[in-house]
């Protein structure tokens, strides 16, 4: 393949526009061994996956036995969560009743001072009132 023609699919490789079919012309050009000096710097990049299909590993992996301990603490765990959750939510609900209760004996105490001091705008205004009679009758 003519260099100009993989120069230009270098370019649109790395700028993302290649398709399958390009990118392994690229591919095959870079297994080659008589890769120009100046694009040997692409070879590694290109010749990895072709490299990496051909690691194995012939050890055998061991999963893990169920263990019994670990299923039982994990719902131990879940218990004793949902348990704080619990508490936590009812303790919150206490202290709303309690704030509730609090506000209530409060709002009564303020009623009750309100009507004591009412008592005594009553009594204020007959005041006026005998008062303004008072200084007709004597200023007359």
Do not use: C, H
């Amino acid at each position: 393949m003519e260099l100009y023609k993989i120069e230009e699919l270098l370019e649109k490789y790395f700028a993302a526009e290649t398709n399958l079919q390009e990118e392994n012309l690229l591919k095959e050009f870079f297994s080659k061994e008589d890769v120009p000096i100046y694009l040997e710097k692409y070879k590694s990049l290109f010749n990895y996956f072709t490299n990496s299909n051909l690691d194995n590993s012939n050890e055998t992996v061991t999963l893990p036995k169920n263990n019994y301990r670990s299923r039982w603490l994990s719902i131990a765990a879940m218990l004793i969560f949902t348990i704080s959750i619990f508490t936590f939510y009812q303790k919150n609900e206490r202290e709303k009743k309690d704030a509730r209760l609090a506000f209530e004996q409060t709002q009564k105490a303020l009623d009750l001072i309100a009507f004591s001091l009412n008592k005594g705008n009553n009594a204020i205004a007959q005041l006026e009132t005998f008062e303004t009679t008072q200084n007709r009758i004597f200023n007359k």
